[in-house]
């Protein structure tokens, strides 16, 4: 584990308020002692519009952190896209469904010609797990190479090439980190992890990331990314662009990540927005690289690509370009970015678009901005390997108005 | 893989009508090789209502084959729901949700009182790979004992203790696999893949199996399986009942599939139908191993649980109470077995409720049989190790008419 983070401490319980404590408890007693309550204070959201969420007392909180209702809270449309095919049919992949026909071809259009399959799961965890069965099967290798906070999901597969999870599995044998890019030479270090690799007697499977590096404290800029990926590709491992959290146009720069460091992956991994929140997921691949997977193994994820979950997907992949979120990304992120830099206790600035990390002092001034944000109804997390960085990345409908209560809110508790 | 089963061959796609082929080379060109249609002729269908499913045309078909959508297909109450919240918010279980600690309360009185914690994912794959984190991590072992068709899932955990998916990972080391109940002397099978484990210097982790045995072809009549789970307590793993196709009311005895064997198990693991098709799952705990497995990590699984996930399950859960479900189960599954037993070519017949496989002569009957009456509109499946079992597994609500109609059919494929 990343160390503490800003999460409610059971042993403070009997300071909540009697209804609060009550809820707490009897939480605690069913979901058990691995699951984690967001801050000092838990806070109850009954409903969502936009960037807004709202408590049972109608109380207004600002959401810059919330990722996955990407086009905002309770999108009618997407609410609507569900509602009708709930109540028509929810089916699976098994029978014809033309609705996700026409959806796989309008995403792969928004990726490189070389992706021409998409394989649908249920959460990003899955995606990032098939993703990796299928870079193994294709390659013949199982060496996976990572930076040093990943964080890729939480199958056993996953959590086993995830060093911010930590816990009783650790780390793989056949897993190598690598410092996140701005804090070392990254084309350097993935040489270096593809050396010891060979050294072990590993043949290399793939180099995942996540394109904005969301859990290495956000990293916009990576100096040798295409000098890294050619070495992967030399020594028979391909690259994996895990796309769960930059994707879907919250970087402002297009569709995704990887674009912006003008790569073609190999594999590349959806989730989070793909459905503003409903489980939808996706892997996106090479054709030849599916069929040699396909050759020894058939896929069906009852719920993936539900007709249901496509409507959903469908409705948010329309919103992303009716609303012109992309460009909306783009616009505030590049207002953030420059009025965050100008704020006393930010150290560093990092990111682009609407995912944005502010390194601080130290952990606990992170932690305690993230806790009195929240108390001036700001919803904020942090991030990073020191756990220093805050992190915000807003549903991408935040608006001018909501990024200027953002920065009062910043400039005020790190003054 | 289980050898060939009822599914289309793409090498026949130039013998579809003209909108059909183009259709299936549209999908095949964007899914690629991995995923595979139902039947000779691929079936698309636009509507659902109960136990009935409707083609563009309004043709009509009787489902006898789905079991996630348990109280029937788009069941009002269920989607009204999910509309209903998901246009007011969509969020997770990092904030507190009153309504999922209810519905844990709810379902977990359900459950023998050792069973106190559930932990919420979206998929059964997810579920039996976190049972299998969760027991690895509390046990200290690595082994796992299933059955030899056994299917528990798709993540790379899963798979590789699925030996009916085969393919690339084929099994782990540390699997081991004992025959079905029925086809040998289930304690003596599971002792004697707990001597061997233990010969390889492996450590017992777990026995995992569905308690209908469903992929094996379905096997109701267990004998010996309290004393193979004593044995592997005494080795010092840990029971895993499977209840993502047992459970939830399908064997028309109570609600889950190991309490028709007298059994506490230690671990259990929910899926498919849990929410009427809305992709919720869950892993049901003793709470010490939870605690165990909590002390090394935390989980959070960012769509599992959700806000749409539990007003989607609560409704589910509701309604097969409100309707009597178990009960219609058990009255329709006696009248079934009964008279299935009496059909001609029908060489055992076996299973509870509306869980029941009828094993035919062999391989290719089964096949014919299932692609007969789809071309009779009756949707049905086969499953067990030589394929020659036909699976009954119709959604709850399947009555009297519809049981008439599916034995007629049967009757007719089989003479």
Redesign the interface.
Known sequence: ?AGPTAYFDPATTNQLDER?RD??E??S??????????YEE???????NGTK?YTADGTEYLDAY?N??SVG??H?R???A??EQ?????????????A??DY??DL?GTFPASL????FT?????AN??A??IA??ATGGTGIIVTENAYHG????I?SISPS?????SLASWVRVVPAPGDGDFAADVHAALADLTASGIRPAALIVDTIFASDGVRAKVVGFADAVAAVRAAGGLFIADEVQPGFGRLGTGFWGFARHDLEPDLVSL??PMG????VAAVV?R?DL??A????????????G?S??IAAAQATLDVVRDEELIKNARVMGDYLLAELAGIDGAIEVRGVGLFIGVRVQNEKVALDAVNALKRRRILLGESGRANDVLKIRPPLVFDREDADRLLEGISEVLS
């Open positions: 584990m609060t809820l707490v009897r939480r007693r069913v979901l058990g002692s691995a699951y984690r309550l967001f838990p806070v109850q959201f009954v409903r969502g969420l919330n996955v209702p809270h309770a009618p997407v609410a609507a569900i509602a709930a109540a028509r049919l929810t089916t699976h992949t098994r029978y014809l469904d033309r996700l026909v796989a071809e792969l021409g399959n998409i394989m249920c959460t990003g965890s899955e797990d098939l990796l069965r193994k099967a939480v199958t056993t597969e959590a999870l930590g816990g009783p599995e989730g989070k503003n929140g409903y489980p691949a054709p599916v069929d997977f396909g050759r020894h193994a058939r896929y069906f994820n009852t719920f993936g539900s249901v979950a």
